[in-house]
């Protein structure tokens, strides 16, 4: 069988290529700079859940060991100098498999120290490392844990990880999120299934011990706030504010009170307004207010999922897409600003083919395949099966209170049903919707959301079978969709 390509599980809708931070336009000098977003994290644990808040958060308390800089190229930000095969600190050599892998080495930054003080050493490496071997503890991503078979301390410093293959981006461990080994390890020790619910990221989030960065955070009110102070600890220059607050306001509308009343200094571009809504805002108070506008690495897109013995059908997953005019919805609600995917590789990234298959707006085309599937009585302007009578019916879920999503829902809802599907709409807040019902699969048909990608990103996570969320693995997996396929999994 051939492979049906990502359209076959997900729906790519408008890229979200610009990010779009407000603030005012003569910003006061202050200690305290209080942020608005739209969500609150479901967890503090840099390996456990993807979720863009928790991302964002963590931007101030977190260094990674090597990330890709502005000009998109890998370096070191925890270790001293990046290892290449060129300079002799990664090595070729022949994994257990007996395939060609790769020994590479790196040494952590001498004064990189947790926020109590304690150092950041090769025990914290070889405990994060032996977490994530462990199989059923849902900690992210799966395939580097996999692949880094081994793990070898030379000193307090200084370690080497074996991987079981040589890939092009052998020396990037962006997403080897380091967790502090005397903070953490006893409850990891004690139950590794349940450990999930037990870290110390969660129950005892304000212990400076768990951070590295800038800052650390010193308070939390589950839903509402989250409040970060210098980290006198750090390394690195002071943060410019000695206090960060971040406030979670899930309602657009009401974010955009917030600023207007002084409530909060500025929006985040990655959860705050989307174009349309910024370029409105820029429109009434440009004159007040700054909005910058910058490419981004986001794109929202609908996962579908491949449990559903409706969406198992390819017809009728190809129906979807061509039923819907996406560029209809980018000129309308986003002024042209925001381009159809056609991928799930944003074009910015060098590793981006324009040559995938297009699929444009084509109702027609998508009505024959919907009869094709045997969908052919139509009672109420939905479509039934003309042997057993079920309605072609969805579930469609996002985040509840973020307006233009569940405007962009009911276009979708509309264009949808002028095809004869009957598609449903259910909210939840995204605490729930990313905590548990995206990470858990318990959405029934159709998902939407943003997923943020990486230069280069392989998207093993998102489309190998392995990597479908289960019970037995802790719910680790970032294949949602539950997609399936013999030849993408060799691939």
């Not at 991302?55 to 190229?73: A, E, K, M």
């Amino acid at each position: 069988m051939r492979p049906a390509g990502p359209v076959s599980f997900s729906i790519l809708a408008a890229v979200l290529l610009l990010l779009c931070a407000v603030w005012p336009a003569q910003a006061k000098d202050r200690d305290q700079l209080t942020i608005g977003i739209t969500q609150y994290p479901s967890t503090f644990h840099p390996n456990i859940d993807s979720m863009l808040a928790k991302s964002y958060i963590l931007g101030f308390t977190r260094r990674p060991f090597t990330v890709h800089d502005q000009d998109w190229q890998l370096v070191c930000m925890l270790c001293t100098k990046l290892p290449t095969i060129e300079n002799g600190l990664a090595v070729p050599e022949t994994a257990p498999n007996g395939k060609k892998g790769i020994a590479v080495t790196y040494t952590i930054r001498p004064d990189a120290v947790w926020g109590d003080g304690k150092p950041i050493t090769t025990k914290d490496v070889l405990f994060t490392w032996r977490m994530g071997r462990q199989g059923q503890t849902g900690i992210l991503p799966i395939e580097f844990y996999r692949s880094a078979y081994k793990v070898e301390a030379k000193d307090d410093k200084t370690f080497t990880i074996h991987f079981d293959k040589l890939t092009f981006d052998y020396n990037a461990i962006n997403s080897f999120d380091l967790v502090p080994a005397h903070v953490d390890q006893v409850n990891f020790d004690a139950d590794p299934v349940a450990y999930k619910n037990k870290t110390a990221f969660d129950t005892d989030t304000t212990n400076e011990a768990l951070y590295f960065g800038p800052y650390v955070i010193s308070e939390t009110e589950r839903g509402s706030y989250v409040v970060l102070e210098r980290n006198p600890k750090w390394w690195g220059e002071p943060g410019p504010f000695k206090r960060i607050v971040v406030k979670i306001i899930p309602n657009t509308a009401a974010l955009e009170a917030n600023l207007l009343s002084g409530n909060i200094d500025m929006i985040a571009g990655e959860l705050g307004f989307t174009v349309d809504q910024a370029l409105r805002f820029e429109t009434r108070h440009g004159k007040s207010f700054q909005v910058l506008y910058k490419p981004g690495l986001i794109y929202e897109h609908i996962d579908l999922n491949m449990d559903n013995p409706l969406l198992k059908n390819r017809d009728l997953r190809h129906a979807l897409i061509y039923a819907i005019d996406r560029d209809a919805i980018s000129k309308q609600l986003f002024g042209g600003r925001q381009p159809v995917a056609q991928s799930a590789v944003n074009p910015l990234d060098w590793v981006y083919a324009d040559d995938v298959k297009h699929y444009t707006y084509d109702p027609k085309k998508a009505l024959e395949l919907i009869v094709k599937a045997g969908f052919t009585k139509l009672e109420k302007g939905i479509r039934h099966h003309k042997n057993t009578g079920e309605a072609l019916r969805f579930e469609f879920m996002t985040t509840a209170g973020s307006k233009v999503r569940e405007l962009v829902q009911q276009v979708l809802q509309s264009q949808w049903k002028a095809v004869g599907v009957d598609v449903r709409i259910k909210n939840e807040p995204a605490r729930v919707y990313f905590g548990q019902t995206v990470t858990q699969r318990k959405f029934t048909g159709l998902a939407m959301y943003a997923w943020l990608s990486a230069p280069e990103s392989v998207p093993r996570g998102t489309l190998h079978s392995a990597h479908i969320p289960t019970e037995a693995n802790g719910w680790a997996g970032q294949n949602y969709p539950g997609f399936d396929n013999a030849e993408m999994d060799a691939l």
